[in-house]
């Protein structure tokens, strides 16, 4: 309906074209988006539609956020825009892990993923303080049954019959450090869990939130080969909290409503590897020299930010759990048989010349059903520059991982 099928197949899914005047009008709304325009809620990760009624409708999460959350329920019982929502009850039946659950991020995203009427079994995993959270957790009248597990010796029960993995285990930056400074922790902290997804999960959806994710996902998917079962649609570094960043910071210089605005980001999940393509934004603004230059700056080192202002205490994790419960979401739509889902994420490529490569996917049941490939056509300058500047340190970022998991090969 929005879209065009490319000539081009990649690796990974095929590539679609948009059509940029789908989106004229957006209108959206909460947690997800709730638009008018189905055109333009693809682009949004959450899915939508003008036809939501629930007044009739008590929730835990407030009648506004309840449409949204309800919005994920078996559309193709219902014919393409005919779709009333009202009289369908959310199905919990998908079982999601979280490893790294009683950590800064785990904790916030384990209560915004409690929130989805589409989960039935939430098992948190963490090598420590996690009984606690679970317990506090499972008292939410919500549909999904919470199980905790804690320490090596419950990791593979954490794992088995799940059909999504989120994975935000590791250390956090503190003040000067750069998401690279966490890799020797990190990487084996990545390489340890993915090796348990493989032998308990291997089909599962896995969601790499661990930095530096240019180097992480590449170690996951390194391990996952040597494991025999890697599914390079099923693998994908989180970037969402580069969207939802850019999102929020175009709607502030602009004036916007915050939640009409949608930023695609490409490239990586580091410093400059993270592009956000403000040419490409939803609905057009626009932007003098200085005003994109202070822009770019601000998404790239959003993050910073953060670990700056916490001096020492951490890095992001509210919007970082907002973001990744937003992603998991949105797969769970799509396992869900939602054909209308789209997000921004870092997965194996064939987009560019870089072998794992943040742009905007369409997620489907298989995983990555399509890469977008339009975002990348007819860039400015200066996203034409920033594109070759961001290649060689991401390219150097995917072979350090390659080069990790290659030097202690795993048990097959
Ligand atoms: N992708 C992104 O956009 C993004 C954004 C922010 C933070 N991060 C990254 O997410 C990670 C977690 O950040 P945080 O603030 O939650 O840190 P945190 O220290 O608060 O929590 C990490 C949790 O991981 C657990 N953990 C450590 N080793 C583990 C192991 N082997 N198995 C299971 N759990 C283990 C710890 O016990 C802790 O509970 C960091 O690497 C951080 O850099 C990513």
Redesign the pocket.
Known sequence: MMATTSANTFSVGSAISFNPKANAHPQSKAFGIKLNTPHFLSFSGLKATSSIRCESESSFLGKESSAVLRQSVKPNALKQNQRSWSFLQPQASYKVTI??A?????QPLALLVKMSPLISALHL?????VKGVAADLSHCNTPSQVLDFTGASELADSLKGVDVVVI??????KPGMT?DD?FNI?AS?VK??IEAVADNCPDAFIQI???P?NSTVPIAAEVLKQKGVYDPKKLFG??T??VVRANTFVAQKKNLKLIDVDVPVVGG?AGITILPLLSKTKPSVSLSDEELQELTMRIQNA?TEVVEAKVGA????LS?AY?AARFVESSLRALDGDGDVYECCYIQSELTEIPFFASRVKLGRKGVEAVISSDLQGLTEYEEKALGALKPELKASIEKGIDFVHKQPVDA
């Open positions: 490893l790294g009683a950590g800064g991020i785990g995993y963490d090598i420590a303080n935000p285990a590791g250390v956090p930056r998401r966490l990190n902290i340890t869990l939130i661990s930095n994710v989180v970037t909290l580069d999940h993050g951490g890095s992001a994790t970082m973001a």
